[in-house]
């Protein structure tokens, strides 16, 4: 199954891949292949469950760039975000290994229903969440593609 998940103690984002366009000959203009999905997330008592997203699997090979280099380095900060800004993540790195997750979702962007969430994390959990990013990329590639 194409899912990674960021967890943290409070909560997780979870993110599926659905259905990837192009792949392997039709690349997206964000980098690597347009995709479809859908994001689970869960912040203390808040919740979004199966909402569609769209991003492209480049993207996905640079938040496994940047988290690995806050990973190895132990601290930094980086943004992740959908292709319609429905949905921004900004993960912060101290060097304690503790991490700081915080962002929103919006599902449509025309309504003003807006979950923003929070919540912490440390560098233990992510181990798994490298894996999952890493398996991804290995199947459809850098922001090239995979050809």
């Not at 292709?83 to 912060?92: F, M, P, V, Y």
Request: aromatic content about 16%.
């Amino acid at each position: 199954m194409n899912t990674f998940e960021i967890v943290g103690k409070q909560g997780f984002i979870r993110i599926e891949l659905i259905e990837v366009f192009g792949f392997p000959n039709g690349t997206s203009y964000l980098g690597g292949y347009d995709v479809k999905g859908k994001i689970e997330i869960k912040s203390g008592n808040y919740y979004v469950k199966d909402a569609e997203l769209w991003f492209s699997t480049g993207q996905v090979y640079q938040l496994l760039t940047l988290l690995k280099k806050c990973y190895n380095d132990l601290e930094g900060d980086f943004t992740f975000s959908d292709s319609e800004n429905n949905l921004k993540i900004d993960l912060n790195f101290n060097n304690f290994g503790q991490i700081n997750i915080q962002g929103y979702f919006q599902e449509f962007t025309h309504q003003e229903n807006i979950l923003q969430f929070e919540f912490e994390s440390e560098q233990s959990y992510l181990v798994s969440t490298l894996l999952q990013l890493k398996n991804i990329v290995d199947q459809y590639g850098d922001l090239k593609g995979k050809k």
